[in-house]
């Protein structure tokens, strides 16, 4: 699976968008970006996946750059509760069973200052 | 659903003897996987299985480790002996077989000390 480079932290004024860049410039063709965050002393959660069209969900926006060597999580007003460890994952496709891995790096702590 | 049960949430043992950790995954859920985290090492995969069966263990540190999953609601992680190095969280985690619904739910975790 192609590496990613994200900050390793970085702050954001409660009520204000968050946005995390993640860089994985030897993506290939069939790798999804994926985004999971952790909060302190709880187990990592899923916030959102893509491969090259922009996403949003309930939780998050997720832009990724044309040439698919960069992408942006998007939290549009943070919380207090936004504050954790943000990991940025590219992986290949599912493939029925096999390969099935998701490898974690280090992450970017976000903090959300009141 | 309750999502995905870990026991017990601490465990303290001292250095030689046999722990277990268990999990339930996610009623339907075909995946599982154990992960685990230090400061030093960050989030590491250990061992999964696919419908019951162990696909990869390339992440088992070493032979004191052993996964099994005697069926689809039950899963345990043994170290025996255990050693202070081992001291960790360890993560269950599972996941649907489905190509459109890839997400991997996450156990709220063991928090193993070896003293």
């Known amino acids: 699976d192609a590496k990613t480079t994200q900050p390793t932290s970085m702050d954001c004024a409660e009520g204000r968008a968050a946005n995390l860049p993640c860089n994985h410039s030897?993506?290939?063709?069939?790798?999804?970006v994926y985004w999971y965050r952790q909060i302190h002393s709880q187990g990592p959660q899923y916030i959102i996946h893509?491969?090259?069209n922009n996403e949003t969900n309930e939780m998050a926006s997720l832009i990724i750059t044309e040439d698919r060597k960069s992408s942006t999580l998007i939290l549009p007003h943070a919380t207090l509760r936004d504050t954790a460890v943000y990991y940025c994952i590219v992986r290949v496709d599912w493939s029925g069973g096999s390969n099935y891995k998701l490898t974690f790096g280090k992450g970017t702590l976000l903090t959300v200052n009141p | 659903d309750a999502g995905v049960i870990q026991s017990p949430r601490h465990e303290v043992t001292e250095m030689g003897q046999e722990v277990t950790l268990r999990c339930k995954p996610i009623s339907g859920h075909d995946y599982l996987f154990w992960y685990r985290q230090t400061m030093m090492r960050g989030l590491e995969l250990l061992i999964y299985?696919?419908?019951?069966?162990?696909?990869?263990d390339s992440g088992m540190p070493e032979d004191r480790f052993s996964a099994k999953m005697p069926n689809a609601s039950f899963s345990t992680l043994k170290i025996q002996p255990s050693e202070p190095r081992d001291s960790a969280v360890y993560f269950c985690?599972?996941?649907?077989?489905?190509?459109?619904?890839?997400?991997?739910?996450f156990g709220s975790g063991t928090q193993l000390s070896v003293l």
């Open positions: 985690a599972s996941s649907p077989d489905s190509a459109t619904n890839e997400k991997l739910f």
């Open positions: 030897t993506i290939s063709g069939n790798e999804y």
């Open positions: 893509g491969l090259k």
């Open positions: 299985f696919n419908n019951n069966v162990p696909i990869d």
